[in-house]
C-alpha cells in the first residue's frame, strides 16, 4: 500500500516562503506523475503543480507560475513544492498526489495546511 506524507505547511506572511514535502513510502519511479492540488475552503481541489515520473517535466497553475518550483529527489523518494512570495490566496489545504497509469490510481496524502497571513 502506498503511502504519501506531507510536512512543511504553517503559517508565513504574505511574501514569505514555504517548502513542503511529499514522502512516498516506496520508490517514486513507480508513479507516472507526482505533484500538489490545494483546497481553499468552500472551494474544489486544484491542480497546483506537477512532475512527470522521471523528472522530465513540470506543469504550474497559472496562478503559481513564477513563484512554486516543484522538484524531486529520487534517492530520498519525495517531492519538494517550494513556495515564493506567497500571497493570502494561496491559503488553503495542500495534497499530495501519485499517479500510477497502469493501475489507474491516484494516491493522495493526508493534507497539510498553508496559511498566508496578509
Known amino acids: 500500500q502506498v503511502q504519501l506524507v506531507e510536512s512543511g505547511g504553517g503559517l508565513v506572511q504574505a511574501g514569505g516562503s514555504l517548502r513542503l514535502s511529499c514522502a512516498a513510502s516506496?520508490?517514486?519511479?513507480?508513479?507516472?506523475?507526482m505533484g500538489w492540488y490545494y483546497q481553499a475552503p468552500g472551494k474544489q481541489r486544484e491542480l497546483v503543480a506537477f512532475i512527470t515520473g522521471a523528472g522530465e517535466s513540470t506543469i504550474y497553475a497559472d496562478s503559481v507560475k513564477g513563484r512554486f518550483t516543484i522538484s524531486r529527489d529520487n534517492a530520498k523518494n519525495t517531492v519538494y513544492l517550494q513556495m515564493n512570495s506567497l500571497k493570502p490566496e494561496d491559503t488553503a489545504v495542500y495534497y499530495c498526489y501519485a499517479r500510477r497509469n497502469w493501475e489507474n490510481r491516484t494516491y493522495w496524502g493526508q493534507g497539510t495546511q498553508v496559511t498566508v497571513s496578509s
Open positions: 516506496g520508490s517514486i519511479f513507480s508513479f507516472n506523475a
